[in-house]
């Protein structure tokens, strides 16, 4: 008995009416990017494991898919070593290469090996899929889409400022209403150091940025696991509960980190953001949020998280500010800002939504019945004449009995169906009908292309 075909979990299967929809979201992203003079690449599906370790933290580290070496992988391994069976000294024996978690250290990468080839500052997009060995659950998957715009070689907050007008657009485009959440990496350490915790910066992030999720009493618990003591937890409740508008917060901060240079300089930073982004006829809502802390490592100055208004989904796009992400891979100072769009998660709300349009590009517009071989002779000239003009256009393959032929347009949601039988033939024309209203009407092949266009 065959075996029943599956597919990993958190995979999926893509049905060509899928495809159509996630190619529009696709296609909004991308037309928004290129109006602000971004230009894509695309980096390979893996890379070597010495480039994406160390790059997201402890956890994301945890989370990265590693690939067997190629041949007899064991063979090289020393008995000790299997038997002492640590996963984690056999994985760097076996294993030297993985699939790529994110774009950004992929990009950053590919800017440092081609530095001499490409223009500073650089404004690339990237649309590809990237994988996680996460837990599979609703809006998370262990493959999915990132839609990433960065600029990179450049220190000014105007790029902070367009990355917003872009999510604006973007969202503005898809009709989905959203808030942008927005705080900086150096107000966070700057807290770190009024709160007397300098070295603990990565654990009070990481904490903190759970806060959504798990609420202020299990952060504040999991900051006291990670060895932060209890007077600085204590200091930091007034500051996680700072309220107001954005200039109230900057204003109490002020006071708060007068003593701190770096997070007097991430409030400077964020008072010249919004300075800019108040003179904008935003869509969108825009908020200074001190909770954002967004848990990967390479951030260093402002960062950013988008969140539907009408559904509770989390973050459907997010990213920040890294001032020296390329310097690991040996090009140092030469920072760079950027987001991601999660297509999954805006596939999700576009659907529950009903958001998406009754019309594609990409579906058949109109079928032409097949009533044998003298009538295929006569409609080839046509349809080629109507795919010349841009009208997706397709004939039954078989000259089927009609019931089956318009069974078949109908599970494609095709809107016109075209006959032509020996009485159209005989008056050198067609018949057009309308699969939703049901009327039909007598064309010349003039009027069939100049109706469907």
């Given at each position: 008995m065959a075996q029943k075909p599956s597919i990993p979990k958190g995979t999926r299967d893509f049905s060509p009416t899928e495809m159509v929809r996630r190619n529009y979201i696709f296609d909004a992203i991308k037309r928004v990017f290129r109006l602000y003079g971004f230009q894509p690449?695309?980096?390979?599906?893996?890379?070597?494991?010495?480039?994406?370790?160390?790059?997201?933290?402890?956890?994301?580290?945890?989370?990265?898919?590693?690939?067997?070496?190629?041949?007899?992988?064991?063979?090289?391994?020393?008995?000790?070593?299997?038997?002492?069976?640590?996963?984690n000294k056999l994985t760097t024996k076996i294993s030297e290469k993985g699939l790529r978690y994110d774009l950004t250290v992929p990009f950053a990468r590919y800017v440092v090996q081609n530095q001499n080839d490409i223009t500073f500052p650089f404004k690339r997009y990237q649309i590809q899929p990237v994988w996680r060995a996460d837990r599979p659950q609703k809006g998370r998957?262990?493959?999915?889409?990132?839609?990433?715009?960065?600029?990179?070689?450049?220190?000014?907050?105007?790029?902070?400022?367009?990355?917003?007008?872009?999510?604006?657009?973007?969202?503005?485009?898809?009709?989905?209403k959203t808030v942008v959440k927005i705080n900086n990496r150096k107000i966070l350490a700057g807290i770190a150091e009024v709160i007397g915790e300098n070295d603990r910066i990565i654990d009070i992030t990481v904490a903190i940025d759970k806060l959504d999720k798990i609420?202020?009493?299990?952060?504040?618990?999991?900051?006291?696991?990670?060895?932060?003591s209890d007077e600085a937890i204590l200091k930091l409740q007034p500051i996680l509960a700072l309220e107001g508008n954005c200039d109230d917060k900057i204003a109490q901060l002020?006071?708060?980190?007068?003593?701190?240079?770096?997070?007097m300089k991430?409030?400077?930073?964020?008072?010249?953001?919004?300075?800019?982004?108040?003179?904008?006829?935003l869509k969108t809502d825009v908020e200074l949020d001190l909770t954002l802390a967004r848990g990967l490592n390479y951030y260093t100055g402002a960062i950013f998280e988008v969140k539907a208004k009408d559904f509770d989904i989390g973050s459907i796009c997010g990213g920040g500010r890294y001032d020296d992400l390329t310097g690991i891979f040996g090009l140092p100072n030469v920072s760079g800002v950027g987001v991601s769009f999660g297509a999954e998660r805006i596939y999700d709300i576009l659907s529950q939504q009903d958001l998406f349009p009754s019309d594609s590009l990409e579906t058949t517009k109109v079928m032409f019945v097949n009533f044998g071989e003298k009538e295929e002779v006569y409609c080839l000239p046509v349809l080629t004449d109507l795919r010349k003009n841009g009208i997706n256009t397709e004939?039954?393959?078989?000259?089927?009995?009609?019931?089956?032929?318009?069974?078949y347009a109908n599970k494609k949601q095709i809107?016109?169906?075209?006959?032509?039988?020996?009485?159209e033939m005989s008056k050198n024309r067609f018949t057009l009908k309308n699969m939703t209203s049901g009327d039909q009407k007598?064309?010349?092949?003039k009027e069939l292309i100049n109706i469907l266009s």
């Open positions: 690449i695309e980096t390979p599906a893996m890379e070597n494991l010495s480039t994406l370790t160390g790059k997201y933290g402890e956890e994301g580290d945890k989370l990265l898919f590693k690939i067997l070496n190629s041949g007899d992988f064991i063979s090289k391994v020393s008995d000790e070593l299997l038997n002492e069976r640590n996963s998957y262990r493959e999915f889409y990132q839609c990433d715009v960065d600029v990179i070689g450049s220190n000014s907050l105007l790029n902070e400022t367009e990355l917003v007008q872009i999510i604006d657009d973007v969202f503005t485009s898809l009709n989905i609420g202020l009493a299990k952060v504040n618990v999991e900051l006291s696991e990670k060895g932060v002020e006071v708060v980190l007068n003593t701190s240079e770096v997070g991430g409030v400077n930073e964020i008072k010249l953001l919004f300075a800019y982004l108040n003179n904008l006829s004939i039954y393959p078989e000259n089927a009995k009609m019931k089956k032929q318009m069974n809107p016109f169906v075209v006959l032509a039988g020996e009485s007598s064309v010349t092949a």
